[in-house]
C-alpha cells in the first residue's frame, strides 16, 4: 500500500472533543488559516470567508449561542480556546461545498502541525438570528452571508480513540 506523509495525516487525524485552555501559537493559526485559504473552491471563486476568534468574551458568547441552538448547558466547541467560523455568501449554490472543503483543508493541517480540531455544527441557525446578524457586523463581515461550519481548534487534553472501522463497500471500483 503506498504511504506518505499525507496519506498518513489523513488517517490519523480525529476530532478532540477536550482542550488544553494553553492558546496555540501566532505561527499554527497561521498554518492552519492559510491552509483554508488553498482548500479548492467551485469557479475559484474563493467564496468564504473564515474567522479565527480568539477573544474570551466572544468565544463564550459563542459557545452559549451555539449551545441554545442545541438546547444544553455545555460547551459545544469542548473549551478549545479558538473557534475558527466559515461563512459563505447565501446566494452561492456552492457555498456549503466551498465551506466544506476550507474546514477539511483547516483540520487536517491542524493534525499535521500537532493540533486537536473538530468540525462543529449549527453555525448557519446561530448566523440566522438576530444576534448572529449583530455579531458577523462586529466581525467585519459583508452583508448576505451564512455560517457553514466552525473548527474547534486547540492542543488536545485527551488521545482519542482509534478509528471506527471503515464500512464494508465504501469504495467501489467500476472497471
Ligand atoms: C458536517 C459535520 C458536522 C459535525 N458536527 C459535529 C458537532 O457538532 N460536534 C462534534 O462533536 N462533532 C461533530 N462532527 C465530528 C464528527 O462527529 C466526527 O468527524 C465523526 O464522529 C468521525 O470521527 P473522526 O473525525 O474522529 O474520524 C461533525 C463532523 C462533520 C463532518
Same mark, same amino acid.
Given at each position: 500500500?503506498?504511504?506518505?506523509?499525507?496519506?498518513?495525516?489523513?488517517?490519523?487525524?480525529?476530532?478532540?472533543?477536550?482542550?488544553?485552555?494553553? $492558546?496555540?501559537?501566532?505561527?499554527?493559526?497561521?498554518?492552519?488559516?492559510?491552509?483554508?485559504?488553498? !482548500?479548492?473552491?467551485?469557479?475559484? $471563486? $474563493?467564496?468564504?470567508?473564515?474567522?479565527?476568534?480568539?477573544?474570551?468574551?466572544?468565544?463564550?458568547?459563542?459557545?452559549?449561542?451555539?449551545?441554545?441552538?442545541?438546547?444544553?448547558?455545555?460547551?459545544?466547541?469542548?473549551?478549545?480556546?479558538?473557534?475558527?467560523?466559515?461563512?459563505?455568501?447565501?446566494?452561492?449554490?456552492?457555498?456549503?461545498?466551498?465551506?466544506?472543503? =476550507?474546514? $477539511?483543508?483547516?483540520?487536517?493541517?491542524?493534525?499535521?502541525?500537532?493540533?486537536?480540531?473538530?468540525?462543529?455544527?449549527?453555525?448557519?441557525?446561530?448566523? !440566522?438570528?438576530?444576534?448572529?446578524?449583530?455579531?458577523?457586523?462586529?466581525?467585519?463581515?459583508?452583508?448576505?452571508?451564512?455560517? =457553514?461550519?466552525?473548527?474547534?481548534?486547540?492542543?488536545?487534553?485527551?488521545?482519542?480513540? !482509534?478509528?471506527?472501522?471503515?464500512?464494508?463497500?465504501? !469504495?467501489?471500483?467500476?472497471?
Amino acid at each position: 500500500m503506498l504511504n506518505n506523509e499525507v496519506l498518513e495525516a489523513l488517517e490519523t487525524r480525529r476530532s478532540i472533543r477536550a482542550y488544553k485552555p494553553t $492558546q496555540i501559537t501566532e505561527d499554527e493559526l497561521q498554518a492552519v488559516l492559510r491552509a483554508g485559504t488553498f !482548500a479548492p473552491t467551485a469557479h475559484g $471563486q $474563493q467564496s468564504p470567508f473564515i474567522v479565527a476568534v480568539q477573544n474570551a468574551a466572544m468565544c463564550d458568547q459563542l459557545r452559549r449561542m451555539n449551545a441554545e441552538v442545541m438546547g444544553v448547558t455545555t460547551d459545544p466547541y469542548y473549551g478549545a480556546p479558538t473557534i475558527v467560523l466559515v461563512f459563505v455568501p447565501e446566494d452561492n449554490r456552492n457555498g456549503v461545498q466551498d465551506g466544506s472543503c =476550507v474546514l $477539511q483543508n483547516m483540520m487536517l493541517a491542524a493534525h499535521s502541525v500537532g493540533l486537536g480540531s473538530c468540525w462543529i455544527n449549527r453555525e448557519a441557525e446561530m448566523f !440566522a438570528t438576530d444576534e448572529g446578524k449583530g455579531l458577523m457586523k462586529r466581525m467585519g463581515l459583508p452583508d448576505g452571508l451564512r455560517g =457553514v461550519g466552525a473548527l474547534a481548534l486547540g492542543y488536545a487534553e485527551t488521545v482519542p480513540s !482509534a478509528p471506527k472501522p471503515r464500512k464494508e463497500d465504501y !469504495a467501489r471500483i467500476i472497471r
